[in-house]
Nanobody
Framework: QLVESGGGSVQAGGSLRLSCVAS????????MAWFRQVPGKEREGVAA????????YVADSVKGRFTSSQDSAKNTVFLQMNDLKPEDTATYYC??????????????????????WGQGTQVTVS
């Protein structure tokens, strides 16, 4: 089970930190990814972290503004979003599956790679 939190409304240039708490599986061997989706468009992968090795991936579209991290003691991953722009407005999802470490932190995955998803949290930037 994945439970996201931290979404909300923020002005352009502001920051938000999303959290995703994982339970019910072997946390330490999985890839945790963050996706976002706006109505009518496909889910876009924006970041990931392999919780076993701690290495991260960030998509070019958000590089320099978004970072992914974890608190392994709490089975929680975070998406820190800085300098938010109106085009970042979307529903953000965390997802997980047993993706290999290299594939995870090299971004060699897509939405179809992941079978376990959170419920999503809305981020609105005005």
């Amino acid at each position: 089970q994945l439970v996201e939190s931290g979404g909300g409304s923020v002005q352009a240039g502001g920051s938000l930190r999303l959290s995703c708490v994982a339970s019910g599986y072997t946390y330490s061997s999985n890839c945790m990814a963050w996706f976002r989706q706006v109505p009518g468009k496909e889910r876009e992968g924006v970041a990931a972290i392999h919780v076993g090795v701690g290495r991260t991936y960030v998509a070019d579209s958000v590089k320099g503004r978004f970072t992914s991290s974890q608190d392994s003691a709490k089975n929680t991953v975070f998406l820190q979003m800085n300098d938010l722009k109106p085009e970042d407005t979307a529903t953000y999802y965390c997802a997980t599956d047993s993706v290999g470490a290299f594939d995870c932190y090299s971004g060699s995955w897509a939405a179809r790679t992941f079978h376990y998803w959170g419920q999503g949290t809305q981020v609105t930037v005005s």
